[in-house]
């Protein structure tokens, strides 16, 4: 196999370049999913794409994929991510996994290199899950494990619906979500965690993802004058929520290491500071390794519910919206992942994702494999988030010889035993 190199300055100009699109003053990115900034880096991507010669195609969930050709006529070879961000996001989640993907296929590209199999770059609709939940919904669909029309239904917190903000940005592509076959997929991110910097490695060879559980939680009680209303006969929602959240951290704590627990938004109501809050509104982010771990963590929260609110005087409701078991990903790919860390002569290991990814739903419809690179101190879904211009480069050429070890397996699958 060729060595073929990916260019590092030519990879981080894009990361530059499109963070710019959303761009906050501390440095990071706010471009939700289907808002205005989302539409204009798609219509980047799709741009450059085109310049590459690749025919690029948008599925009714809004994905994109730029396809370019291969000598077989079978599915794609197919690496990317997402493009939208937290509301507070970085420059590298998910950006990373695409940019590094237009750079592995312009470098085939450039070098006039032909592959076995069609390679394809896709970027994701709504991974992150912050203005739509659940998260990874549009390869949740893509994978089959949503419907389509209970995708498109989803509200954002101003009654919004998905399919409302595909339409408003134009990119309800005619494609039938997941009607769209691949042969492998490979995903760059950024760990988002401390251990490959921790243990000064280059790469992490991704061999699956832990599984994760969202609620939304809504406790109610009764709005009431913060003057006029003694302690005893409030019923005081936020307080309830307060005590709730100290239960949340507490269970994540009591099934640490491996268990993390997490409340992230809030609505208290009517939010006004001289009225007891009747009603709060918040979600909860339970996670484990290991989905039996995670059914107690469930368990301990509901039996919470009613022993925080029953002397206060609330009520409570509880819904689980997001319910992703524990991935492992196909070991042909990471083994792919292996021998691409091994021949750019890179430091690796195998290590399971705390955060989830398109990957781990596309798992489940194609053999995938992730490859991560290190974050300075872990940090991500922050603005400070950061990884080097080198480690990204890494990350981008063990993507391209991943994906080129794969399709040499895949050619010579097709020749059949003993001929090469
Ligand atoms: O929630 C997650 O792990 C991912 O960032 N969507
Ligand atoms: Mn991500
Ligand atoms: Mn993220």
């Given at each position: 196999m060729r060595n073929l190199s990916i260019d590092p300055e030519r990879l981080w100009d894009t990361l530059m370049e499109t963070a710019a699109i959303g761009g906050t003053a501390k440095g990071g990115i706010c471009r939700l999913t289907l808002t205005e900034l989302d539409r204009?880096?798609?219509?980047?991507?799709?741009?450059?794409?085109?310049?590459?010669?690749?025919?690029v195609t948008v599925d009714d969930m809004g994905t994109m994929f730029a396809r370019r050709p291969g000598t077989a006529d079978v599915p794609p070879i197919a690496m990317g991510s997402h493009l939208d961000t937290q509301?507070?996001?970085?420059?590298?989640?998910?950006?990373?996994?695409?940019?590094?993907?237009?750079?592995?296929?312009?470098?085939?590209?450039?070098?006039?290199?032909?592959?076995?199999a069609p390679i394809e770059v896709v970027n994701f609709t709504n991974e992150e899950g912050s203005r739509f939940?659940?998260?990874?919904?549009?390869?949740?669909?893509?994978?089959?494990?949503?419907?389509r029309d209970w995708a498109h239904a989803r509200q954002d917190r101003d009654g919004v619906s998905l399919g409302a903000a595909l339409d408003a940005i134009g990119y309800r592509g005619a494609e039938r979500c997941g009607a769209h076959p691949l042969s492998a997929f490979f995903e760059l991110h950024i760990e988002q965690g401390p251990i490959l910097e921790a243990e000064s490695l280059d790469i992490g060879a991704v061999t699956g993802a832990q599984a994760m559980r969202w609620y939304e939680v809504t406790v109610t009680g009764q709005d009431a004058h913060t003057g006029a209303t003694p302690m005893h006969l409030r019923k005081n929602a936020l307080l309830g929520a307060a005590r709730l959240i100290e239960r949340v951290d507490a269970i994540g704590r009591a099934h640490a290491p491996g268990g993390v627990a997490t409340v992230g938004l809030i609505e208290n109501k009517p939010n006004s500071r001289n009225v007891v809050p009747g009603e709060v509104f918040f979600c909860v982010d339970l996670r484990h390794p290991d989905g039996h771990v995670l059914n107690s963590m469930e368990s301990d929260f509901a039996a919470a519910l009613p022993e925080v609110c029953g002397p206060l005087g609330l009520d409570h409701t509880m819904q689980k919206i997001w319910d992703q078991p524990a991935v492992h990903f196909d070991p042909e790919c990471v083994a792919s992942v292996r021998r691409a860390a091994e021949l750019s002569r890179l430091t690796a290991r195998d290590m399971v994702s705390g955060a989830g990814h398109d990957a781990c739903y596309v798992s489940r419809v194609a053999r995938t494999a992730m490859i991560f690179v290190p974050c300075r101190g872990g940090i991500s879904h922050n603005?400070?988030?950061?990884?080097?211009?080198?480690?990204?480069?890494?990350?981008?050429?063990?993507?391209?010889?991943?994906?080129l070890d794969y399709d040499r397996t895949l050619a010579e699958r097709s020749r059949g035993p003993g001929r090469s």
């Open positions: 204009q880096v798609r219509d980047w991507f799709k741009a450059r794409a085109e310049t590459l010669g690749c025919r509301p507070t996001g970085g420059k590298f989640d998910g950006a990373l996994g695409v940019l590094a993907a237009l750079e592995a296929l312009r470098t085939l590209h450039e070098a006039g290199y032909e592959t076995y939940a659940p998260a990874m919904t549009a390869s949740g669909v893509f994978a089959g494990v949503f419907e603005e400070a988030e950061f990884s080097s211009k080198e480690q990204c480069a890494k990350g981008a050429q063990v993507l391209l010889q991943a994906v």
